[in-house]
């Protein structure tokens, strides 16, 4: 329950000047987690909408690294409001001293966000695709146990930390000594005991828990880790479309694999399933650039 009011607390916003600020968390280090930012602007743009209507689609730029010593402004604006669609601007700002004391502005997010009613019409997807059941697996916390000793002192309370979203992976991969391996990797994931709330937290919270691991599947083909020497890893950009209901409450199938990596960068893609369902699809271009150590 700890887990789910902190995953929440993530979406709730301080309303000044009617521009919403959202907290900043240490999820992954002095950095911001760029998850946390990709929900809190969807959940921003959600709030300025007359009608309650989900997300269909969403593209991010990851355009600075954020401080988590400071809070996020996010600046909406409205682009259009239709019958049918509605859409949004996302500016995601920082306010952090220079040398001389003095606050200055950086943007480090840009995203535009459509929204629409849920309404039917003609249906296709492919099958889902067929893993191991969530209750047969390891969670992602009992699987660290076993490669804690192997990791140095410095590291291991961040690397035990717990996550608020909860994650079974497919099959583990070892972080210490990673082998080349087909870059294609699978999840269970949930956030149980949530409990009811209007779609858009919902959406933001799969958001949220999309920048787990994607970004990593690059890696995969090279033999390479977030914990590998002279690696530097962040997301470039990312995008979601949302395809049909889902409740994070329940397993949700998290289904990556990547294509291509060149030029220190590397494309992955993202499939949600849920009871059989396509839910939802995620695309990101990380930068994964390996220096001479």
């Not at 500016?91 to 952090?96: E, K, P, S």
Request: proline share 6%; aromatic share 10%; with cysteine.
């Amino acid at each position: 329950m700890i887990a789910c009011f902190l995953c929440f607390s993530l979406l709730v916003f301080i309303i000044e000047h009617y521009s919403p600020i959202g907290p900043s968390f240490d999820y992954v280090g002095p950095r911001i987690f760029g998850g946390q930012v990709l929900a809190q602007a969807l959940m921003a743009a959600a709030m300025t909408l007359e009608h309650d209507k989900p997300c269909h689609s969403l593209h991010g730029y990851f355009l600075r690294g954020g401080d988590i010593r400071y809070d996020v402004h996010y600046q909406v604006r409205r682009l259009r409001d239709g019958r049918s669609l509605s859409a949004r601007e996302v500016i995601a700002v920082q306010y952090t001293p220079n040398d001389a004391g003095e606050l200055t502005e950086q943007v480090i997010f840009s995203m535009i966000a459509s929204f629409s009613p849920m309404e039917g019409g003609l249906e296709y997807q492919k099958t889902m695709p067929s893993y191991p059941d969530p209750q047969t697996l390891l969670n992602e916390q009992e699987l660290k146990s076993s490669y804690v000793d192997s990791i140095p002192d410095a590291l291991k309370t961040r690397f035990m930390r717990k996550r608020h979203v909860e994650i079974k992976p497919i099959e583990a991969r070892d972080p210490i000594t990673p082998k080349p391996m087909r870059p294609r990797q699978a999840n269970w994931l949930r956030i149980s005991e949530l409990g009811e709330h209007p779609v858009a937290v919902h959406q933001a919270l799969l958001a949220f828990a999309s920048d787990f691991y994607l970004v990593g599947t690059g890696l995969m083909s090279h033999g390479l880790s977030y914990l590998s020497r002279g690696l530097q890893v962040a997301s470039i950009d990312h995008s979601m479309h949302f395809h049909r209901p889902f409740d994070i409450n329940e397993w949700l199938l998290y289904d990556m694999w990547s294509d291509t990596t060149s030029h220190a960068k590397g494309l992955n893609h993202g499939q949600f399933w849920q009871a059989g369902k396509l839910v939802a699809t995620t695309q990101q271009e990380g930068l994964m650039r390996l220096h001479s150590s």
